[in-house]
């Protein structure tokens, strides 16, 4: 089916094209229209072909347009196609991302060079520099857990994705089954959390949590060479090219919507949504004619009840927080969380339900703030990386700002920063007899013998202390760094390199402070 062609205005050959489209959606029941007003606001001739671009996000007056030329530049415009700034830049890399890393309000460059990921500081130092095992081909820096520092994902030549927390932790490291032409970070899901969105050479999407778990695939036609996506409001939408003068524009579904005609083969393209302006989005397109063409483009539809259903669908597989080891439920082998078959026999592995995600990370918070009531958010992020259960996706300050709303916590976001203004309460009057506690390390050491695993009712059971001040000490011990191991809804699971007696010790002595 064709777009309606609502309105038409200007000229195409002379950059001032201004179209309305009208979509009628083929499901008639659903009975939406999607549209679209496009304005191409600028078409500049390039002295090389740009083969990396990059919207840096903002409003209309500071947003910025990053591209990376053959001819050894990166030059910089605005989203009228004004340049700003030229600098000398080697074409050695392979692509760029702008992102505040350190999460100190300052940008930083993100590149792929070779075999490595490059990030530098706003005066050209540098900040990162990670050996991979492969070419890096995408990359792209959001901040995807909220704690106003960028992560970064990566592309590589081998299929492989790798995303990096802030301080070059990898989040996880998956491989896809085709060649990749693209990775973007993503709120597909509107629920304030990222996702990582990979776009193969065959024209596939696949959609994963920050985990590195799978909630959906697409197919947006046969294939494609850019990428990139549109996001308003709650609406998503994705733009794809290939080797033809036009760019696709495809629907959540796999629908799609209509497309743009260039003047050239499509070499790079970039999006991003105005912070300011919700209804209105930024593309800019390079074509192999040596042009930069500068776009903006306005929709003012509703989501349909098709793609509402499929972000519920995305949003519910999400929800659920995997347990960080995992058993094959043929042989009882141990498995990786992302991997799909068991490698010892080769059958699927099953998902597990445990612990709710939100829940843990509330417990989390509470627990580490009672030793940190003044701390950045960058800082907690880090600390509670070491409580949750792996993978674990979240959202620290949408998360803080739950928990203040529902006086779960007493605190407040101080900009960067949590300020808790009431510690947690003295728990004296419910832990056991001085004589019990005494006993623990012993019982401790019964529970452990030829094994790692603790069953958490076990312990509240043969220590006497409540299954709350049990988890809370276990946690604040694991933000600490002060033990090491696997804190699930049922299991604590010392880590291999955690010493038995030094464990039994820490948490001895915690408790043992607690009970003053």
């Known amino acids: 089916m064709k777009p309606v062609v609502h309105e038409l205005e200007g000229n195409i050959a002379n950059g001032q094209n201004n179209l309305t489209l009208i979509w009628p959606h083929t499901d008639t029941s659903l009975r939406c229209i999607v549209k679209l007003r496009l304005r191409e606001v600028a078409k500049v001739p390039v002295a090389a072909d740009a083969y990396s671009l990059y919207v840096r996000q903002g409003s209309a007056a500071n947003a910025q347009v990053f591209a990376l030329d053959y001819g050894d530049k990166l030059r910089v415009y605005d989203v009228a196609g004004s340049l700003k700034s030229s600098r000398n830049w080697s074409s050695k890399v ?3 991302a702008v992102g505040d890393i350190d999460g100190d309000g300052k940008d930083a460059l993100v590149g792929g060079v070779g075999k490595r990921v490059l990030v530098v500081d706003h005066k050209g130092r540098p900040m990162w520099k990670i050996e991979l095992e492969s070419t890096v081909l995408a990359c792209d820096a959001r901040d995807v857990d909220g ?3 960028a992560e970064v994902v990566v592309a590589l030549q081998n299929q492989r994705v790798i995303l990096w927390n802030d301080d070059k932790v990898a989040l996880f490291s998956i491989k896809v089954d085709n060649k990749i032409a693209d990775v973007w970070l993503e709120d597909i899901t509107n629920d304030n959390e990222m996702e990582v969105v990979v776009a193969d050479r065959l024209g596939n999407l696949t959609i994963l949590s920050t985990a590195g778990y799978e909630l959906m695939r697409l197919k947006l036609g046969k294939s494609l060479t850019v990428f990139g996506v549109l996001s308003f409001g709650k609406r998503k939408m994705f733009v794809t090219g290939e080797r033809s003068k036009r760019l696709d524009i495809w629907d959540i579904d796999g629908n799609k919507l209509t497309s743009i005609d260039l003047t050239g083969n499509p ?3 970039a999006t991003r949504m105005a912070d300011d302006v919700t209804d209105t989005a930024y593309l800019v397109v390079s074509t192999d004619d040596r042009r930069l063409s500068f776009w903006e483009i306005v929709e003012s539809s509703k989501e349909t009840q ?4 499929i972000m519920q669908e995305m949003g519910s597989t999400k929800l ?11 042989c009882g082998a141990p498995a990786l969380p992302e991997s799909r078959k068991c490698d010892a026999c080769g059958a699927v592995l099953e998902r597990l339900e445990g612990y709710k995600t939100k829940e843990f990370i509330k417990e989390s918070i509470d627990s580490i703030t009672t030793k940190h009531e003044k701390i950045k958010l960058k800082d907690l992020d880090r600390i509670l990386r070491r409580t949750l259960p792996r993978p674990a996706t979240y959202n620290l300050r949408r998360s803080l700002q739950s928990m203040i709303e529902a006086k779960e916590i007493e605190g407040h976001l101080d900009d960067d920063t949590f300020v808790r203004t009431v510690k947690r309460k003295r728990v004296q009057d419910v832990m056991p007899p001085k004589e019990k506690i005494a006993e623990i390390p012993e019982v401790l050491l019964a529970l452990l013998r030829g094994d ?4 958490i009712d076990t312990m509240v059971r043969r220590t006497g202390v409540p299954r709350n001040i049990l988890r809370h000490t276990l946690l604040i011990l694991l933000a600490e760094g002060i033990i090491e191991g696997n804190l699930s809804e049922d299991h604590f699971v010392l880590a291999k390199n955690q010493d038995t007696k030094q464990f039994i010790k820490k948490l001895h002595s915690e408790l043992v402070e607690l009970s003053r």
């Not at 790692?452 to 069953?455: G, V």
Request: glycine share 4%; aromatic share 4%.
């Open 94 to 96: 392979r692509c760029i």
């Open 147 to 149: 704690d106003d520092a």
């Open 267 to 269: 070499k790079a393209l």
């Open 306 to 309: 098709s793609e509402k259903r």
């Open 320 to 330: 659920t927080l995997y347990r960080r080891a995992i058993k094959c439920g043929n």
């Open 452 to 455: 790692n695993h603790l069953e």
